[in-house]
């Protein structure tokens, strides 16, 4: 049997939400996601794909001779033994390999030296409480994983450290926290980082900064 994955795009930009922020990256995006977070900027990626052979992503992957490659989606665990074989096989064509999760699926599987960027879903998301895998969060982390979580509020703010500090992520792993674009102004998120004394990192979607932010494939 043919190993296929389901495809949204594949493209070469600026990776924005990471500590690999601002270093070139080739994006695999996965079709199909199992939220529907209320800012989501990928909703295209929800249906659109076509099906591609391993074979094919890692030949298209090398034409942009780039050595860092990030699944996203949509949400690529949605497809996990085969997300896992290609990061398996990324890995082995030496490529330093990032995943962005949602935080709903389990991330066992995922193979050890790929960074796990997980996102953690405050409740301004929309997405149910329920919908998180929070045994997942309970786990182990690992030395590479980040997290990311995209506020709207004040309310989303503390709802996130609480969570971290729970799980014990805080400190432990590299931690993110990014303003939901247009809705929560920069300055004020800056402020509650630099209140908070935590080691969390401000970030900001920079390839809607450089780029339209509606654009797509960037
Ligand atoms: S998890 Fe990501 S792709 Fe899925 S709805 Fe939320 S923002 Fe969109």
Same mark, same amino acid.
């Given at each position: 049997m043919t190993d296929t994955l389901r495809i949204c795009e594949i493209f070469h930009s600026i990776q924005g *939400?990471?500590? +690999?922020?601002g270093q070139p990256c080739v994006f695999v995006r996965m079709s199909g996601c199992n939220l529907r977070c209320?800012?989501? $900027? !990928? !909703?295209?990626?929800?249906q659109d794909g076509s099906p591609w052979t391993l074979d094919d992503i890692l030949s298209r992957v090398a034409? +942009?001779?780039?050595p860092l490659v990030e699944l996203t989606g @949509? *949400?690529?665990?949605?497809?996990?033994a085969s997300a896992c074989r290609l990061m398996t096989q990324l890995l082995e064509r030496e490529y330093c390999v990032l995943i962005e999760t949602? @935080?709903? =699926?389990? =991330? $066992?599987?995922?193979?050890?030296g790929v960074h796990r960027i997980i996102d953690l879903k405050p409740p301004g998301s929309h997405?149910?409480? $329920?919908?998180?895998l929070w045994s997942q969060f309970a786990k182990s982390w690992r030395d590479e994983d980040e997290i990311k979580c995209v506020v709207s509020s004040r309310d989303d703010f503390d709802w996130c450290v609480d969570k971290l500090k729970t799980y014990d992520a805080m400190g432990r792993v590299i931690v993110h926290f990014s303003p939901v674009w247009g809705e929560l102004s920069m300055p004020e998120l800056a402020r509650w980082i630099c209140q908070s004394r935590l080691p969390i990192r401000f970030n900001l979607q920079i390839q809607k900064v450089i780029w339209d932010p509606a654009a797509r494939g960037v």
């Open positions: *939400e990471s500590s +690999f922020s209320r800012w989501c $900027d !990928t !909703t295209y990626a929800y034409d +942009f001779q780039c @949509g *949400e690529p665990m949605m497809q996990r949602n @935080g709903s =699926l389990p =991330l $066992d599987d995922v193979p050890r997405v149910p409480h $329920d919908s998180v």
